[in-house]
Nanobody, 132 residues
Framework: QVTFVESGGGSVQAGGSLTLSCVGSGPFYSTYCVAWFRQVPGKEREGVAGIYRHGNIRYGDSVIGRFFLSKDNPSNTLHLRMTGLQPEDTAVYYC??????????????????????????WGQGTQVTVGS
């Protein structure tokens, strides 16, 4: 069973910055796919950033050049540095992870950011509010 502790959410004015952190734990956590998603009430959950095979990082189109994802392996911490925040970035941000023995056996890459259903472990979410 994977568990997450998310932190770093809050309120900021447009143009400001925040860093979200997600500490994961559980058996074989280092083999999990990890990513951040966000959701606005009434809308579908949106992929923000994720780590893929060979450490490649992918970003959602709306955050490219403004958000930066990193992972500290010894502490199992996923950081999302958000800069140039805009009101449309206001959402609940979720840390997510995926584990599949089949994926590992076949050497497949992690689920795409557009395939949130591929992630089977979710944090409780942290609110980010950006004022205009």
């Amino acid at each position: 069973q994977v568990t997450f502790v998310e932190s770093g959410g809050g309120s900021v004015q447009a143009g400001g910055s925040l860093t979200l952190s997600c500490v994961g734990s559980g058996p074989f956590y280092s083999t999990y796919c990890v990513a951040w998603f966000r959701q606005v009430p009434g809308k579908e959950r949106e992929g923000v950033a994720g780590i893929y095979r060979h450490g490649n990082i992918r970003y959602g189109d709306s955050v490219i050049g403004r958000f930066f994802l990193s992972k500290d392996n010894p502490s199992n911490t996923l950081h999302l540095r958000m800069t140039g925040l805009q009101p449309e970035d206001t959402a609940v941000y979720y840390c997510a992870a995926e584990y599949s023995s089949t994926r590992l056996l076949l050497g497949n890459d992690c689920p795409a950011l557009g395939a949130q259903s591929g992630y089977n472990y979710w944090g409780q979410g942290t609110q980010v509010t950006v004022g205009s």
